[in-house]
């Protein structure tokens, strides 16, 4: 495996991780009362969509350096796409 195809495999499980906890995230948001945990959950939100952020940057890079058509490089940048425009479509929800 070269080094492009590590970088890309380490990034999607980074990603689904990220994923993950973004979902977990809003989840305890709308169940909780405590103002202190929102915001810590608030940051935590924020900090996680700038890592997936970049990550998407990273996958966008290597999807255009990638000439093949379906491949890992361009599954990640699918998956961070997504991820991303999830977040943001959902991201009203702390400002209920």
């Known amino acids: 495996?070269?080094?492009?195809?590590?970088?890309?495999?380490?990034?999607?499980?980074e990603i689904d991780v990220l994923s993950n906890r973004l979902r977990n995230i809003k989840q305890s948001f709308i169940?909780?009362?405590n103002k202190s945990l929102k915001e810590?959950?608030?940051?935590?939100n924020e900090n996680i969509?700038?890592?997936v952020n970049e990550i998407y940057k990273i996958a966008e890079l290597l999807d255009k350096k990638n000439m093949e058509k379906t491949n890992f490089s361009n599954l990640l940048f699918e998956i961070s796409k997504r991820?991303?425009?999830?977040?943001?479509?959902?991201s009203n929800l702390f400002f209920l």
Do not use: A, D, G, V
């Open 31 to 33: 169940t909780t009362h």
């Open 1 to 13: 495996m070269n080094q492009s195809q590590t970088l890309t495999n380490s990034l999607l499980m």
């Open 49 to 51: 969509f700038k890592r």
């Open 40 to 44: 810590r959950l608030i940051s935590e």
């Open 83 to 90: 991820t991303l425009n999830e977040n943001k479509f959902e």
